[in-house]
């Protein structure tokens, strides 16, 4: 199974280039022999590498669907492209998914599956001072893109310490810049710290001595929230449940074969990024990258239901309430009844 390829350029390790939606007026009509996937050549998302990249998903699925894969870089990016037809199941973050399914009135997009728990921490300069929240005053501090899962972390954390970013009011500077440019900012010493998923995190603890205030399950429930899912758009889902179901099981394989075979998993992750970006990460890297996270089918729902009432305490949720009923999808497909 052949993924679809990136770019890679500059001095960071990694960037991931969103490849250009193509919109069609009747998607469904046009892709009904394919299933196509989105996801992002990162760690978290190592369930749809090595499923692919082993043939799970082929297998499961049979020769009546083509699997068609797109990566990005971005969640909003993803939910754009479920709108628009052109992407049928992807893995993304909970804060775009919420954003995403109340912006469609909780009619375009549901929730299969965890495939991710944890795996972003909050890395400072070793010489910044923010060990304290008394030093936090005037620092500069970078998340991937606003109201993405990490944004929202990292605002929530400082609300919850009595602190507020500059725009409202307060005195903290958030930026919102891409893992890349995080990277050259926080090599160049222009900011302070970055609240990063994997691998970034990681790679700014070994490449450029960033120290790891903590991880983020720290602050959660039982050390543990969703931080990738498995999302299908609503629409393909009602005419292809019999699909759905076998990708969800084979998605369930997947999570499997990986726990059982880390090191194997690991080293397809690896061969991944050089086949398909032209540029692997140091074995170190990758290992600590992965033992940050937790590969689950589990969507930990209490924690998709945490995350959206913090977004809505930050107002990214808008200002007449939301209603989550329905996001989650049924764990089990009944493909026999046709019930959705």
Do not use: C
Not at 112 to 127: D, E, H, K, R
Not at 163 to 183: A, C, M, R
Not at 220 to 237: D, G, Q
Not at 268 to 284: C, I, R
């Amino acid at each position: 199974m052949k993924i679809l390829g990136m770019a890679v350029g500059g001095i960071v390790v990694i960037v991931a280039i969103a490849i250009t939606i193509t919109f069609f007026s009747d998607s469904d009509q046009i892709n009904e022999d394919k299933i196509r996937v989105a996801f992002f050549p990162s760690i978290g998302h190592i369930i749809p590498i090595v499923g692919l990249e082993e043939k799970i998903f082929e297998k499961g699925i049979g020769e009546e669907k083509q699997i068609e894969t797109k990566l990005f870089d971005s969640g909003p990016q993803v939910i754009e492209s479920i709108f628009s037809g052109s992407i049928d199941v992807a893995y993304v973050g909970p804060g775009p998914i919420i954003n995403g399914f109340l912006k469609s009135d909780g009619k375009d997009i549901k929730i299969l599956s965890g495939a991710a728990s944890g795996g972003a921490s909050f890395i400072i300069q070793p010489n910044s001072g923010l060990e304290s929240l008394e030093n936090f005053d005037g620092k500069r501090i970078a998340s991937p893109q606003i109201s993405n899962s990490q944004d929202v972390s990292l605002r929530y954390y400082l609300e919850s310490h009595g602190l507020k970013s500059v725009e409202k009011g307060g005195t903290v500077f958030v930026l919102n810049i891409s893992n890349p440019d995080i990277y050259t900012l926080f090599a160049k010493g222009d900011i302070d710290g970055a609240w990063v998923p994997e691998p970034w995190a990681t790679i700014l603890v070994q490449e450029l001595d960033g120290v790891r205030l903590f991880n983020e399950e720290k602050l959660w429930p039982n050390e543990e929230f969703a931080s990738v899912l498995l999302i299908v758009r609503t629409k393909y889902l009602e005419n292809n449940p019999e699909t759905v179901q076998k990708w969800v099981e084979s998605h369930e394989k997947t999570v499997t074969w990986i726990n059982s075979n880390p090191n194997k998993s690991k080293s397809l992750f690896s061969n991944f990024l050089m086949d398909y970006m032209g540029k692997s990460l140091p074995t170190k890297i990758i290992d600590e990258s992965f033992s940050n996270i937790t590969i689950t089918s589990d969507p930990i729902k209490n924690s998709v239901i945490i995350f959206a009432e913090r977004a809505d305490s930050l107002g990214y949720l808008g200002r007449d309430g939301y209603n989550l009923d329905g996001i989650f999808y049924n764990a089990v497909l009944n493909v026999n009844n046709g019930d959705l």
